[in-house]
C-alpha cells in the first residue's frame, strides 16, 4: 500500500461533527493534492463540488472541520473521514445505499399511488439515496393518516432488505386494523339543552345494533371537526354569541377498537340585535343596503343571517361593477346582552371586463355563445350579468357542462376576464330504419334531428319515410336568432302520400301536404311572445275495413280539405339548464285556429307546465302539468279525427301503450278489436322524484327518476255512430302509474327508459311495463 494510503492521523466526522479538537494538525496547513477513496456511484466532480478545500491553499483546522461537514450535509454518505500523508489530503467516504424497489403490502383503505407520493415527498422513492431517518418519519406520518380515519389499530412495519452493489430494497408491510367505533358521547357545560338536542346537530354517532349498515358509528377527526362546526353554527343561529368549544377529549380503549368522545362547552347567554349599522363607502342607496339585511332590532343574534347578509350586500355592490368588494361586520356587544351590528363595506375599484373568452367549444362557434352573454366587453362587470349569462348557455342544452371564472389581469387592480368553459355533448339524433313487408315491399326510413346544427345554433330537423305504399317527408328549419335583437323564425315544409292500390290497408290514411311558419319575440330575459301561420291540405283514404267514425265523418265534411291556421304561443323558461334540468320553471300556452278560407273551422289550446325545486344538489321534485282542448266552430259540426289529442307512452302516462289511451273506435267488420281513436280533451300530470345513483359520479349527462303518473284523453262529442265512446270529461278516468325511469344521454345520442306499474287499469287497456327510447347522434 502507498505511504498515503497509511491512516496516520484520521479524523472521523463525528469527531468533527461534535466539535472535538484535531490536535494532529497544525494551525495552517497546505495540501499538494486531493483525493477520494470509498466513491461508487457519486462522482467525484460532485464531492469536489460540496468540499470547499482547494490544493495549494493555505487552510486551517476549523476551515476543515467546516469543509468535512459541508461534504456530510449533501446526504450522500454515511461517514466521511479525513486522512494526511505528507503534502496529500484523502477523503475517506462511506457512500449511503440507494433505493433498488419499494413494495408497499396490506393496504387496501389508501391507494397505493398515495403512500408513494407520500414516500417520495419524505425523500424515499426508487433511484434515490436511502436515509433511515426519512423512512422513521414516513412510519408516523403513515400512522397518523391510518389514525385521522379512526384506525387506530393501525400498524406499520418496514424491512430493508441489502442488495449487492450498496443497493437496498425497501418493504412497507401496513395493517390497517379496523375502524374504531363510537361508544359514548357525552357534553359537559351544556345546562340550555341536553345531550339528546345537540346530538341531534351530530352525523357521528355511538355504536347501534344497525351501525353494520351505517358509517355514522365510526370516528373519524375530520367528521369530528365538521359536528363540532355544525353544532357551533346551530348555536349561534339561537343568539349564543359568545357560544365556545373549550376542549374536546378522545380516548380510546386499551384494544384501540373503541373511542368516547367528551365535548366541553361554554354556552354563555342569548344576545339580541340592538341596532343595525353601515359604514364604510355603500356605494348604493343605504336604504336599499338595509333591505338586504335580514336580521332586525329585537330578535336573536343568527350567525347563518349575517353571513347571508354580507352576500348578499356583496351580490349588490357587484351588481355595480365592484366586483371584489368587501364586506365586514362588527359585533358591539353590551351588557345588557344586546348587541349592534355594523356592516362595513369597502367597494375598492369599479372592475371592469377586459375579456370574455370561451374555451371547450369545439362544434360550437364562438359567436352563437357570445349572443347569449349579457355581460359586454368593456364594459363594468357585473356579477348578475355574468350570472345570467352562465344560465342562458346552460339553457342552450347544448353543453353538458359550464363552468365560469373571474380571474383578475395581471399587473392591473380594475380589470377581469371573463372565463367561460364549456363541455359539449349530443344535441341531436339520427334514426335510421329498414323493413320489409309482404304487401309493401323493403321499407326505408330515416330521421335527422339537430338542435345546433354544425354549431351555428340553429335547429334543424329531416326525416324521410318510402315503402312502396307511402312516401313522408318533413323538413324544418328554426333560426332562433333570426335578427340581432332575438328574433326567432322558423320554416317548417311535409309531405306525405299514401297508394292504397299497393297495401291492404284497414282503418284509414291520409295523404296531406304543407308548411307552416313560427316567429318568436322575446318580451323579458325568460319570456317570448311568437305567433304561427301555415297552410295544410289533407285528403283522407279509407281502407277495406274502415271504422264507423271515418265513414260519418267523409260523409260529412268529405274526403278532402284544405286549412289556413294562425296561432299565437307565449313561453316562460326559467329552467336551470336545456336539458336534464333540475331546478326552475318553464310553461308554454300556445293556441291555432282556422282562418276563412278553410275547409273546416276548428281551434286549438294547449298548455305545457314545469316546475322543479331543487332540494340540494342531488335531489328535486319534478311537477309536471299537459292540458289541451280543442273544438270545431261556426259552420263545422264536429273536429276532425285526424286532429284528436292521444295519450299514453313515455313523455305521457308511462307503464301503458303509446297512443292507447281515450275513446275507442267503432269497427264496421265483426271480430274487430277496437282501437283508440283520440279526443278534443288532454288532461296529464305528474309527479317525479329526481335523485342520483350513488356509484355514478359524473351526472352531469345521466337524470333517474321515481314518478306517478296520471292521465287520459276525453271527448265532449261523441260521433252519432259510435258505440265505445263516452261523452265527458270524468276525472275518475284517469290512468294512473308509478315507476321509475332514466334518461342518459349517452355518447351514441339520448337514451330514455321506464319501468311503470299502471295502478287502476282496467279491462281493454294496453299496458306495458318496459318502455324505452333510442336515438343516435352524429
Known sequence: MKSWKKRLLPVCISAVLSGLPVSAYSANYVFDDLLVEGLQRVTSGEVYSSFPIKPKVTVTKEELVAASKQLFATGLFDDVSLERDGSLLLLVVKERPSIDKIHINGNDKIKDEQLEAGLAQSGLKEGQIFQRVALEQVELDLERMYHAQGRYSASINTEVETLPGNRVVLNVNINEGDVATIRHINFTGNDRFDNEELMKRFELEPKQPWSLFSSASQYSQPKLQGDLERLRNWYLDRGYLKFNTDSTQVSVSPDRLDIYVTVNVTEGDVYNIREIKLAGDLVVDPDEILDLVELAPGEPFSGTKLENTREAIRKRLGKEGFTFANVTSIPEEHDDQTVTLTFAVSPGKRTYVRRINFTGNVTTKDEVLRREITQMEAGSASTDAIKNSKVRLERLGYFKNVQVETPRVPGVDDLIDVNFSVEEQPSGSLNASVGYS?????????????????????????????????????????????????????????????????????????????????????????????????????????????????????????????????????????????????????????????????????????????????????????????????????????????????????????????????????????????????????????????????????????????????????????????????????????????????????????????????????????????????????
Open 438 to 778: 309482404e304487401n309493401s315491399g323493403i321499407i326505408f326510413g330515416a330521421g335527422v334531428k339537430q338542435n345546433n346544427f354544425l354549431g351555428t345554433g340553429n335547429n334543424v330537423s329531416f326525416s324521410v319515410n318510402k315503402s312502396d305504399s307511402v312516401q313522408k317527408m318533413d323538413i324544418s328549419v328554426l333560426d332562433p336568432y333570426f335578427t340581432l335583437d332575438g328574433v326567432s323564425r322558423g320554416i317548417s315544409v311535409f309531405y306525405q302520400e299514401s297508394d292504397l292500390e299497393e297495401e291492404d290497408i284497414s282503418g284509414f290514411s291520409t295523404d296531406s301536404f304543407g308548411t307552416k311558419m313560427t316567429f318568436g319575440y322575446p318580451i323579458s330575459e325568460t319570456a317570448r311572445l311568437g305567433m304561427t301561420v301555415g297552410a295544410e291540405n289533407i285528403k283522407v283514404h279509407t281502407g277495406d275495413e274502415p271504422v264507423a267514425e271515418v265513414l260519418d265523418f267523409i260523409a260529412t265534411e268529405g274526403d278532402q280539405h284544405t286549412a289556413f291556421k294562425i296561432g299565437g304561443f307565449m313561453t316562460d323558461n326559467r329552467l336551470n339548464r336545456g336539458v336534464l334540468a333540475t331546478a326552475g320553471s318553464y310553461q308554454r300556452l300556445s293556441a291555432e285556429v282556422t282562418i276563412p278560407g278553410s275547409d273546416m273551422n276548428f281551434y286549438k289550446i294547449d298548455y305545457k307546465g314545469r316546475y322543479l325545486h331543487a332540494f340540494n344538489d342531488d335531489f328535486s321534485l319534478k311537477f309536471r302539468t299537459d292540458l289541451a282542448y280543442a273544438n270545431a266552430f261556426g259552420n263545422s259540426n264536429q273536429l276532425p279525427f285526424y286532429e284528436h289529442y292521444f295519450s299514453g307512452g313515455l313523455g305521457s302516462v308511462r307503464g301503458f301503450e303509446a297512443n292507447s289511451l281515450g275513446p275507442m273506435s267503432t269497427p264496421t267488420v265483426d271480430g274487430d278489436d277496437p282501437s283508440a281513436f283520440g279526443g278534443n280533451v288532454l288532461i296529464e300530470a305528474g309527479i317525479e322524484l329526481i335523485y342520483p345513483l350513488w356509484f355514478i359520479e359524473d351526472r352531469s349527462s345521466l337524470q333517474t327518476t321515481a314518478f306517478i303518473d296520471a292521465g287520459n284523453v276525453f271527448a265532449t262529442k261523441c260521433s252519432s255512430v259510435s258505440e265505445n265512446c263516452t261523452k265527458g270529461i270524468e276525472l275518475d278516468e284517469l290512468r294512473m302509474s308509478v315507476g321509475v325511469g332514466l334518461t342518459w344521454l349517452s355518447p351514441i345520442g339520448p337514451l330514455d327508459f321506464s319501468i311503470a306499474k299502471p295502478i287502476n287499469d282496467k279491462s281493454g287497456d294496453d299496458t306495458q311495463f318496459l318502455q324505452f327510447s333510442i336515438g343516435q347522434t352524429f
